[in-house]
């Protein structure tokens, strides 16, 4: 069993920037990468980022490449997410997950709660 808990969302200006992060505990050796997902109502939901514990993986997502950078502490069990650039779009909630093999969604097994993130005009 893993538990995941997000944490650092809130509400900020376009422009501004954020940073998510993401506490795991249980059997976290069971797993081998985390990843950043965000939700709007009604729509599915969207990959973010992910990165492997061991560092050798990063992955982003175009829409957030060259304003996101997703970083693990091995030592914490966390994961961050720094969020710079932000825009309104970027409004949702983001959630954090652990995958065990390989980055498709359906090898996502654990999720955090979600932190809301909105991001004004």
């Known amino acids: 069993q893993v538990q995941l808990v997000e944490s650092g969302g809130g509400l900020v200006q376009a422009g501004g920037s954020l940073r998510l992060s993401c506490a795991a505990s249980?059997?976290?050796?069971?797993?081998?990468?985390m990843g950043w997902f965000r939700q709007v109502p009604g729509k599915e939901r969207e990959f973010i980022a992910a990165?492997?514990?061991?560092?050798?993986?990063?992955y982003y997502a175009d829409s957030v490449k060259g304003r996101f950078t997703i970083s693990s502490d091995n030592a914490k069990n966390t994961v961050y997410l720094q969020m710079n650039s932000l825009k309104p779009e970027d409004t949702a909630v983001y959630y954090c997950?652990?995958?065990?093999?390989?980055?498709?969604?359906?090898?996502?097994?654990?999720w955090g709660q979600g932190t809301q993130v909105t991001v004004s005009s």
């Open positions: 997950a652990a995958t065990a093999s390989g980055y498709v969604l359906s090898e996502y097994h654990y």
């Open positions: 249980g059997r976290t050796f069971s797993t081998y990468a």
């Open positions: 990165v492997s514990w061991s560092g050798d993986n990063i």
